[in-house]
């Protein structure tokens, strides 16, 4: 497999890369790690004029501390998250989340802005971004922006992005004390994508009851989204099983749910709630 | 439109003009006849392409030549010491991990990285850093016998 | 006497290995002549269309571009690739394919045009500019719809898509059924499988026309079928052409076969007269080498005893749109091998042959063997539930007993021997059988549902027919050095090493000293390659009589640096002995040169019948509650294959024919849709089993040696990959015995698994 013949370009500062986009006029793709997009490019489904590759551009991979919480290049690989000392003490859950994408080549290649902006519907970054209450920062026309994850992914490898825009940063707020996570998936035996995955995050009071509950879901639908209706429900209830139970009951409501090769949509359905019920129990557990 | 690259493989510094649509794999296979690089499927699922990029192993057929300009690449021809192997080589012979040896360039090299970081890995934790790599001969189980008599041979030579 | 430690059954380190893991090995693709072109093909985007025309003009005027090949130019010029004519094929006229459609096309992936360009890139762009006008046909998809005597036909002409019959049976089934307590019936279904050889299709070739010698280096499993082929069809002299299998990354039967990419690659490299290569993208690998696709019917009549009085099998197997080569094989391979070890007295076994519009089948790692094990072994263990037995005491009882040895099956196989009772006593240790059974009654509520499976298999090494010929040449230099050229084409076996052990303990040579040389038609002039189990037990067979006749020879050359009689030369470990006197296996071998002038020992080998290798294993599973997930928590298996020449080569042949087989139980199926679109056409949505789920394994062995040939072997290539899929099967379907699903087909993927959960008794 061998992809179409394209112009190659790359800038080395995000100026640089704008300037670029505007004037390719729709015919240009940004390469970041290419781990979804060459594949893509090989079997000519993507068939771009010009690549415009990031990988030279200045400060676009670090993990850095940002007001007590994280900010990720968007550049940075899986791999560097994945083994960032400070991911694991501010963020544990996202340490848990990137090493269990793909393999380690893939990781050590793909990059969070790639994957954020690929949007694939079954990768399990987004989950954890609309959770976390993530936001996407990007560059172009005008000042920029600063998107929340839960706006940003809006159908399958649809965003929110202009086609003259570039993420450049990802901003992970740290979540309140006593807060625990888990991602829960079941994987594909094929592409190892998850065919449901759920991240929840549960903060527990000084009582022990649940003040701020968080879900987010790959897989089952068109696009990650947040399970607010299981949010909502556990939220100010103390976690005993059947809190959770309910809770996770709710947790598909929303959902367009995807019908395909991989699973019917009434199996994600049920994936979703069992799943939501293993991350929010896993959780409370971590939460402690 | 071709562009000027210029890369380390296997220590020796190599310039050419390439076509930006040149994967790494076809740089390595077909322009510099290093073919031990092996293609084996189109989705970067199979890893039989993996080569080491600045130390980190990389699927060289999800990869651009391009993208690789001024970077240092070992391949599995750059791996042994002359007569001697490298120890995961040698450990591969020894513990018969290998059968057909058409996934067994990609699959050294990605142990190359496993090992370097992690001199001790559990049989989960090799198991799981091969992943990436697909083998249908041998059933995974004495590549991983493998790569754990590996580590040990290379935690002895350290100490 | 204690003579010398013999080499056999020795786990030495392989000697094919050392370029291989120094990246020096050399595959087709690795492979560049001078002047080199390179081919893309041009593949049917539907499962059945008229090919209106095929306009090939703008790919043509492409710089860079030599040549394109389509039907058109085929057409009249080379003809279709003739099927094997097998038994069963009858006298329905058989579906030929082309070797480049012409006016229709049956299957996605088939061939339509060939691109060759100056490079690789050139050679695929120049694909995009081939403009061809389909009128899309309805396809026939369902083999059971097809065979119905009112379906539309997929071939013109034809009067009906069941193109072969095959059928076996004795005994009275009928008064079986009688007499039957309880009458157990089932329906199957075992998908087509992707056979996935790390290494695709490859095909170079060279012509040379001042010699006029067409030079073919192919990634194939048997290079002479592919001369013969070669020979008929561009048509030439069969003393002109040459073809090669080097390094080949694996086959497992998809590469046992004359592609019509292998046909137009030389008779391009004739026509233009440059070399001209072809390396597969895995997509096309995917989607054109395929084996399995079974439907059946199964009833079995059984005495309240357990014990099975007779059986009906009604199989229908999909051959896919045309015969290639091997397609026909694997049907006469199921109907017989549906007996299993078991004694059943009265069977009655058919299997018709159905054209689909999908790619032609052929064998897969144990071709009709698995498919055949599917469904009787999954049947015993129907049969077990049904009168309330424990499926291995239900086994126990139908076995063939170990004293009933040449036993003949009511399907017509005579196994040659085994202990199968001895095997399956030992496979249920290893898996801890009565500790997981407990375990069952005491698991808490709630918690993963534990099963546990086994299956227990006979498979035949060697192949039938010509399949069963072999041939051999051993040469012998001055210095010692000795060469065994073999008709065997491996590609992963070891062969190179247990043949250098063989000829160890016959000749005494060091096996450092032997060279095994394969895989070259100029060498041996017939060779059934590497195929059906049959390396060792006729290949390595053929090599014996050969090296037996070198003994022979070095002997007597001994007894005369000696001075004994050849009989008392002993000849071992670098020297030959007598007594108390000994010389060095170099001063025979120099000592038998002078006197000759040449040493070359020559052998054909007719294995007179099929040993017979047995096969318990045993996997215990758990069941996610929640999600149907399978994990595979521990697996066990007891082979029985006769003599072992390396346990270390054995080994690696067991765990990865497991794996193979564990692929086919939990996540491998090629999926079409109605239209015969393939939905499973890359290794994205394809899975094949990764070192992340795969267990441990657990074995041990018997050596029950075979009396059909010298080496007392039994093969052991497909022997797992038979076992493996129904093992775990069982296990999944013990683990949901509580449902009220009694069968699952495979793959057993979570969400059908978690379909049977939700039919709770």
Redesign the interface.
């Known amino acids: 497999?061998?992809?179409?013949?394209?112009?190659?370009v790359?800038p080395s500062t995000v100026r640089e890369a704008l300037a670029v986009l505007r004037s390719s006029a729709g015919d240009a793709r940004l390469?970041a790690g290419?781990?979804s997009l060459?594949?893509m490019?090989?079997?000519?489904l993507v068939n771009p004029g010009l690549?415009v590759?990031l990988?030279r551009v200045a400060d676009l991979a670090y993990v850095r501390e940002h007001d007590g919480g994280i900010a990720i290049g968007a550049m940075t690989t899986y791999?560097t998250i994945e083994t960032s000392l400070l991911v694991r003490e501010r963020f544990p859950l996202l340490t848990e989340v990137a090493s269990q994408v793909?393999?380690?080549?893939?990781r050590?290649?793909g990059t969070i802005g790639g994957a954020l902006a690929h949007a694939d519907p079954s990768a399990d970054l987004p989950a954890l971004m609309v959770a976390a209450d993530a936001r996407i920062l990007t560059r172009g026309g005008g000042r920029g922006r600063s998107i929340p994850a839960t706006r940003f992914f809006v159908d399958a490898f649809t965003t929110a992005l202009r086609e003259t825009e570039i993420i450049t940063r990802i901003v992970v707020p740290a979540p309140p004390a006593r807060t625990g996570g888990s991602y829960q998936k079941?994987a594909?035996?094929?592409?190892?994508f998850a065919?449901v995955g759920v991240a929840a995050l549960v903060t527990l009071d000084a009582a022990g009851v649940c003040s701020r509950v968080r879900i987010g879901v790959t897989g089952a639908g068109p696009a990650a989204s947040r399970a607010q209706a299981a949010e909502s429900y556990l939220a100010g209830r103390a976690p005993t099983e059947a809190a959770l139970e309910a809770a996770a009951a709710r947790a598909g409501d929303g959902i367009d749910f995807t019908d395909d090769?991989h699973?019917?949509a009434a199996?994600r359905e049920?994936?979703t709630q069992?799943?939501a019920?293993?991350a929010l129990s896993a959780a409370v557990e971590r939460a402690g | 439109m071709a562009h000027a690259v210029r890369l380390t493989v296997n220590g020796t510094t190599h310039a050419h003009e390439v076509e930006p649509r040149l994967l790494l794999v076809h740089f390595l296979r077909d322009v510099l006849g290093l073919t031990g690089t092996h293609v084996g499927c189109d989705t970067s699922q199979c890893g039989a392409c993996t080569v080491l990029v600045d130390g980190a192993a990389v699927k060289s057929c999800t990869s651009f030549a391009v993208q690789a300009d001024g970077a240092d690449i070992r391949t599995i021809e750059g791996l042994a010491t002359g007569e001697a192997l490298h120890p995961i080589q040698q450990a591969f012979w020894e513990k018969h991990g290998l059968q057909c040896g058409f996934c067994t360039p990609g699959m050294v090299m990605t142990l190359v990285q496993v090992l370097e970081r992690n001199p001790d890995p559990t049989e989960a934790e090799v198991r799981s850093g091969i992943a990436g790599n697909l083998c249908r001969c041998t059933g995974y189980e004495n590549i991983v016998e493998a790569a754990r008599h590996a580590a040990a041979a290379m935690r002895a030579a350290r100490a | 006497m204690a003579g010398p430690t013999p080499f056999r059954g020795r786990p030495l380190r392989r000697f094919e290995d050392e370029r291989l893991l120094r990246g020096e090995g050399s595959f087709v693709d690795d492979m560049r002549l001078p002047g080199m072109l390179h081919a893309a093909v041009l593949r049917s985007p539907h499962a059945h269309a008229l090919v209106r025309s095929v306009d090939a003009s703008r790919a043509r005027a492409m710089p860079g571009v030599a040549a394109v090949l389509t039907g058109e130019d085929t057409a009249g010029v080379l003809p279709n690739i003739a099927a094997v004519r097998r038994e069963g094929m009858g006298e329905t006229p058989i579906p030929e394919h082309p070797v480049l459609a012409h006016e229709r096309v049956c299957y996605v992936g088939q061939p339509v045009a060939i691109a060759v360009a100056e490079d690789r890139y050139a050679a695929r762009d120049a694909l995009d500019l081939i403009d061809v006008d389909y009128e899309p046909l309805e396809p026939v998809m369902d083999p059971r719809a097809a065979a119905r005597p009112d379906a539309p036909v997929l071939h013109p002409g034809s009067s009906s898509n069941v193109v072969m019959r095959t059928a076996a049976g004795a005994g009275d089934v009928d008064a079986a059924f009688a007499a039957a307590d309880h009458v157990v019936r089932a329906s199957f279904e075992v998908p087509r499988l992707a056979a996935v050889p790390m290494e695709c299709r490859a095909t170079l070739a060279e012509y040379d026309a001042g010699s006029d010698s067409l030079t073919v280096w192919t990634s194939t499993q048997v290079p002479h079928r592919v001369k013969t082929y070669l020979a008929s069809l561009l048509p030439k002299a069969p003393g002109h052409i040459r073809v090669i299998a080097p390094d080949v990354g694996g086959g497992f039967g998809r590469k046992i076969e004359v592609w019509p990419e292998e046909v137009a690659v030389a008779y391009l490299a004739q026509q233009l007269g440059r070399p001209v290569k072809w390396a597969e993208d895995r997509s096309e690998n995917i989607v054109t080498g395929q084996g399995r696709g079974y439907t059946a019917d199964v009833e079995a009549a059984v005495a309240s005893d357990g014990r099975v009085l007779g059986m009906r099998f009604r199989m229908l197997a999909d051959m896919g749109a045309y015969f290639l080569t091997s397609t026909g094989g694997p049907p006469g391979n199921a109907v017989q091998r549906v007996a299993g070890p078991y004694a059943i007295p009265a069977m009655d076994v058919e299997c018709l042959g159905v054209v689909t519009n999908r790619v032609p089948t052929g064998p897969y790692r144990g071709a009709g063997g698995p498919e055949a094990a599917v469904l009787i072994e999954r049947t015993m263990d129907m049969i077990a539930a049904e009168i309330g037995m424990d499926p291995v005491e239900l086994r126990r009882r139908n076995f063939i007993p170990a004293d009933a040895f040449p036993y003949t099956t009511a399907t017509g196989l005579t196994y040659d021997s085994g202990d199968f009772a001895r095997a399956l006593d030992r496979v249920l240790e290893l898996a801890g059988y009565a500790e997981v059974r407990k375990q069952q009654r005491t698991a808490r509520a709630g918690g993963p549902l534990i099963g546990i499976g086994v299956a227990t298999i006979v498979k035949a090494s060697g192949g039938k027919a010509n399949v069963r010929n072999g041939e051999a040449r051993v040469e012998i230099d001055a210095a010692g050095h000795v060469v065994i050229y073999t008709d065997v084409s491996p590609h992963g076996q070891g062969i190179e090493t247990s043949f250098a052990q063989i000829a160890a303990d016959l000749i005494g040579v060091p096996p450092a000293q032997v060279s095994v040389r394969h895989g070259d038609t100029d060498m041996l002039a017939t060779g059934g390659g590497t195929t059906s189990s049959r390396g060792l037990a006729v290949g390595g067979s053929a090599a014996y009589l050969a090296l037996e006749q070198a003994r022979e020879r070095l002997a007597r050359a001994a007894a005369g640096l000696l001075g004994c009689a050849p009989a008392d030369v002993s000849l071992a470990d670098g020297s030959a002995t007598s007594g108390s006197s000994s010389v060095s296996f170099g001063d025979v071998t120099a000592a038998a040169h002078r006197e000759d002038g040449a040493l070359v020992f020559s052998a054909s080998y007719t294995l007179p019948a099929n040993p017979f290798a047995f096969a318990a294993h045993a996997a215990v599973v758990e069941v996610d509650r929640d999600t149907g997930d399978v994990a595979l928590v521990r697996f066990a298996a007891v082979h029985d294959i006769g003599r072992v020449i390396n346990p270390m080569i054995v080994r690696g042949q067991v765990h990865g024919g497991i794996t193979q087989g564990i692929g086919q139980a939990l996540s491998e199926a090629m999926v079409y849709d109605a239209a015969g679109q393939p939905l499973t056409g890359s290794l994205m949505t394809y899975g094949i089993p990764t070192a992340q789920t795969m267990p441990r394994f657990l074995l041990d062995q018997l050596e029950s040696p075979s009396p059909t040939n010298p080496l007392g072997i039994k093969g052991i290539g497909e022997l797992p990959t038979v076992a493996a899929p129904v093992a775990v099967a069982n296990a999944v379907m013990d683990a949901l015995r509580g449902t009220t699903t009694r069968h699952i087909d495979m793959p057993l993927l979570p969400e059908k698994v978690w379909r049977a959960l939700g039919e709770m008794a």
Do not use: E
């Open positions: 497999m061998i992809p179409a013949a394209f112009d190659y790359a390469l290419g781990q060459i594949p490019m090989r079997m000519r690549v590759d990988s791999r793909a393999d380690l080549q893939v050590n290649r079941l594909n035996r094929a592409s190892h065919i090769l699973g019917s199996y049920h994936l069992r799943l019920f293993r």
